[in-house]
């Protein structure tokens, strides 16, 4: 069975940072993209960054240049360090892959962590 576990969230003050894990555990073949989603109250969950398995980053407008998505393949984690934080960045933060189980391939998510920042 195939876990997503982040950690990492929590209450900041606008402007400061917090450091986003996420671990996957079970029986993988291979872990595809890796990235994070978040959902802010009363709004639909959306992309926030996403890394292939050859590094490749991708951002969403409102995270470039504050937010680094990165991972190491051979503890199967995916990371984000969120800096310049505001209040818009408030959500839950949900941790997501691509990942292949023998001869199947799905989406697997974490069970999210939230993320305040106050102004």
């Known amino acids: 069975q195939v876990q997503l576990v982040e950690s990492g969230g929590g209450l900041v003050q606008a402007g400061g940072s917090l450091r986003l894990s996420c671990v996957v555990s079970?029986?993988?073949?291979?872990?595809?993209?890796m990235a994070w989603y978040r959902q802010p109250p009363g709004k639909q969950r959306e992309l926030v960054a996403s890394?292939?398995?050859?590094?490749?980053?991708n951002y969403a407008s409102s995270v470039k240049g504050r937010f680094t998505i990165s991972r190491d393949n051979a503890k199967n984690t995916v990371m984000m360090q969120m800096n310049s934080l505001e209040p818009e960045d408030t959500a839950v933060y949900y941790c997501?892959?691509?990942?292949?189980?023998?001869?199947?391939?799905?989406?697997?998510w974490g069970q999210g962590t939230q993320v305040t920042v106050s102004s």
């Open positions: 997501n892959a691509d990942i292949r189980v023998l001869f199947r391939r799905g989406q697997y």
């Open positions: 079970g029986r993988i073949s291979t872990i595809n993209t």
């Open positions: 890394i292939t398995n050859d590094g490749t980053t």
